[in-house]
């Protein structure tokens, strides 16, 4: 696995323009594609056709890292410098704010940022790997983090942010305000700046006091009356997994009770006692499932570790049971470990192999992810034996003349497909050891 990880790596970097990784690599050649073909995963242009996405190559980075710390081998670890420094000298604008997430990418064929609708910044789900920027360059890191702070929270006062950094009401998904109160957090703990951490906490309490009085269910979004106005799911994880790492970043146990609060309410309605799945979207008022009349950007009638569907659906069980599988370690309840079970058994019976249908690299390494800690940390024989053998199938059917496609049949590497996720997920399965990853997390 580990010749494996390197082997991808070592391809993806030899394709590198203005020292950054392309976003796309075919896998046959090892070269980035002239063609304009956007990759079939995400809406509008985050995949960055024909470009560089160093927001959604970021578990590689970490990949990279850690294979410097397993091997001994520096040169991996300055891979992922250069890439970095070669990201920040193209990619930064004059407000110190970092050209990249959800609506710009860096144009190989331009030697630009190129920016689509609308150009906003907007970062959502990844929380940056924010210990590899720091050791490029912290100057720039911090000023970024702050800059971040004033131009996404609209009211200080209240926490009150938006997923855009225009400094107006907005939509406040749970998943960019997670990321942004981690950020704040993460370097409020780097500089002991009190301000910072309590900004933090204020975009925390923000999604938090927007629970519902009689369920205890966060809503995906509190302000603007849609669909994810009136339901809590999956993405729940995501928030808590932030919190929890904020918690660890800053000793302030304010973080864990939010997660831990926000989390048991999830858990405590999410199961079908029919199907033992997840439901995909639970019903604020009630905690009974919405079932969706259609197809789209948001989660079906269960949650589905294997989706296919568009993505970002707004849809992550696996950080559920990995956030829940962290609580257990810090709170002793069980009711956190069977909750990280129960999707864990999920996860398994639907694989792909049980079902016919592709999956995606990421989707395959949160899956063996969850399962070796699981394994690692329970004792569960079940868990490691489940983690070994979907990392088989997953190896049989995405790698491909030393590189990782990002779905089977695809013949391309796509950041946007996670394979970073993926190759993490190996190595913990060879190593049996859960590294620092370096502020990015699963």
Known sequence: MLNAVQSHLQRVAAAAVDGQWPSIVEVATGRQPLDDQAPRRVYRLIGAPRGSTLYWDQPLLVAAARLAVLTGQAEWQALADDYIRAFLERCVAGSGMFRWGNHCYYGTAEHRVVEFHGGVHELRPITPAWDLFWRVDPARTARYIRAMGERHVYDPATGGFNRHDDAKPGHAFIEAGGILCESLAWLAGKTGDAPLLELALRVARYSFRHRHPATGLVPN?????????????????????????????????????????????????????????????????????????????????????????????????????????????????????????????????????????????????????????????????????????????????????????????????????????????????????EPSLLGFGF
């Not at 070994?388 to 013949?411: I, T």
């Open 221 to 433: 979004e509190p302000d603007h009356g849609r669909w994810d106005s009136r339901v809590c799911t999956s993405e729940i994880g995501v928030w808590a997994q932030s919190l929890l790492r904020a918690a660890s970043a800053t000793g302030n146990d304010e973080f864990q009770t939010m997660a831990a609060e926000a989390l048991r309410a999830y858990l405590r309605y999410a199961f079908d006692p029919a199907t033992g799945r997840a439901w995909g979207q639970l019903d604020l008022a009630t905690g009974q499932a919405v079932i969706p009349a259609q197809e789209g950007y948001w989660p079906g009638r269960h949650a589905d570790p294997w989706s296919t569907a568009q993505w970002p659906t707004h849809d992550y069980p696996m950080t559920v049971a990995e956030a829940a599988l962290t609580l257990f370690h810090q709170t002793g309840e069980v009711f956190f470990r069977d909750g990280a079970e129960r999707l864990a058994r999920q996860a398994v019976a639907s694989a792909p192999a049980h079902t016919g249908l592709p999956a995606y690299a990421e989707s395959d390494g949160r899956v063996i992810h969850l399962l070796a800690r699981l394994g690692r940390e329970l004792g569960s024989a079940d868990a490691r034996a489940d983690a070994a053998r979907l990392a088989g199938e997953a190896l049989a059917r995405l790698y491909r003349n030393g590189m990782f496609q990002g779905m089977d049949g695809l013949g391309r590497h796509e950041a946007v497909d996670g394979s970073g996720y993926l190759q993490l997920a190996l190595l913990l399965l060879e190593t049996g050891e």
